[in-house]
């Protein structure tokens, strides 16, 4: 008898990174839902012994790289602790990714499209950046660790950078763009690419399966203002809700750290995605759905 050979492929395993965090925890919730077999950590990233016994104790295929430091209550904490934020958004993101290039584990990098602000070639209203175009933003100290990590990691064949921007979910977690800007005084009024986590997550998990590499802007097509957010929410979710407005110069005063402004181009993303049948909303219709499934769950 000749010798056979039998093809094994391993089941996917997802191990996602930055376990209590908000974004895992969605990402933890529509793995379950699907079916996959799914676990968390939060072993620190940059404590490199430990992340590669946790690679070794849990045996993922995938690592989902949801960890980061974010600041409380927001970025304008990285300006004060700049060490803090290059341990984890620099030290702790590149040894987690050569960590899973060592061990031949995918790594999908929940990144930041926060690293452009509108500029000549890319005004309000025209084209929106590419993920080939270089950071032009370098008002925080959170944007500046992202943008530059960026650079360095995507040249890691295993990883798979996806950047966000102004997350949305379907419900008003403090850390949803939506609930910061209904609880702020005054908001500014100024057209951005956001990222309705329901559209975008099940996107995530299909590039990370199917093995892609490379940087993606990850967020819905098309940019839309506060005031257009606030708008829907308020006809579809929030009769009551009134709001007031400031200029950037205004809003300048009472944040220690810049905010980028900006839209990203979707075009590869929405390409690759129609690869597999998959389709992201316009950002205008995303946020009605995403209202109208709010308004569904009884949310006020
Ligand atoms: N939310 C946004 O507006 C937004 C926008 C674009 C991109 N992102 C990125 O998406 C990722 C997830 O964001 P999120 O909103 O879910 O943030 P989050 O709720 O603050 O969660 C981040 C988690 O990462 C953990 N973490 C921080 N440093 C770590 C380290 N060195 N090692 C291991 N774990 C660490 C935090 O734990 P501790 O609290 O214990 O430190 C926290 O549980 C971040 O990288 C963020 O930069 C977020």
Not at 126 to 147: I, Q
Not at 200 to 222: D, I, K, Q
Request: hydrophobic share 35%.
């Amino acid at each position: 008898m000749g010798a056979s050979s039998t093809k094994v492929t391993r089941q996917h395993r997802f191990l996602i990174w930055g376990g209590d965090g908000w974004i895992a925890g969605h990402l933890k919730t529509l793995l379950e839902k699907q079916g996959k077999d799914v676990h968390t950590t939060t072993v620190r990233m940059e404590d490199r012994e430990a992340v590669l016994g946790e690679l070794i104790r849990i045996q993922p295929t995938h690592v989902l790289n949801a960890a980061g430091c974010t600041g409380r209550p927001n970025v304008d904490w990285c300006e004060d602790h700049k060490e803090a934020t290059i341990r984890s958004n620099v030290i702790g993101t590149l040894n987690l990714a050569d960590c899973c290039f060592l061990r031949r584990i995918h790594c999908t990098v929940f990144a930041t499209g926060c690293i452009y602000q509108y500029d000549e070639a890319h005004p309000l209203g025209g084209p929106g950046f590419l993920e080939s175009d270089p950071a032009n933003f370098a008002g925080s100290f959170y944007s500046v660790t992202k943008a530059h990590v960026e650079e360095i990691i995507k040249h890691y064949n295993n990883c798979l950078i996806l950047r966000l921007r102004m997350p949305v979910s379907d419900d008003l977690h403090p850390r949803s763009f939506v609930t910061k800007i209904t609880k702020y005084e005054h908001v500014v009024d100024i057209p951005n690419s956001h990222t309705i986590l329901t559209d975008l997550l099940p996107a995530a998990v299909l590039l990370a399966e199917h093995g892609e590499v490379g940087v993606y802007n990850f967020t819905n097509p098309g940019a839309i203002s506060h005031n257009e957010v606030l708008t829907l929410f308020r006809d579809v979710v929030r009769p009551s809700l009134t709001w007031k407005n400031f200029s950037v110069e205004e809003q300048a005063k009472v944040i220690k750290a810049g905010r980028s402004n900006c839209k990203l181009d979707t075009t590869k993303l929405v390409v690759k995605l129609k690869e597999y049948g998959y389709g992201i909303p316009e950002i205008h219709e995303a946020y009605r759905r995403c209202f109208e499934r709010m308004k569904g769950a009884g949310i006020k």
